[in-house]
């Protein structure tokens, strides 16, 4: 088991693609998190990299950052490219 100071590296990235896509939007956590029906402990675990969305769950995340799913998923694997 994983712990905080364990944190692969892919899930960092992710979280830092999502906060950087989500301040770009102009979204606080909680103003998010209530766009998607959401916890906003569930973004900040999110972005701290503690937890991932499901691949299912980024186009409703990419429509409510209007952005096209493929520009968020392509920021996402950027990040991961560039963690390792």
Do not use: Y
Not at 10 to 30: D, K, P, Y
Not at 59 to 77: E, N
């Amino acid at each position: 088991m994983q712990t905080i100071t364990e944190i692969h590296p892919s899930l960092v990235a992710i979280g830092e693609a999502l906060r950087e896509a989500r301040e770009r939007a102009g979204f606080t956590q909680t103003s998010l998190a209530d766009e998607l029906e959401r916890k906003q402990a569930t973004i900040s675990q999110w972005e701290a990299g503690k937890r991932c969305p499901a691949l299912r769950d980024l186009p409703q995340i990419a429509a409510a950052l209007k952005i096209p799913p493929w520009s968020l998923a392509k920021k996402i694997f950027e990040k991961i490219r560039n963690s390792g």
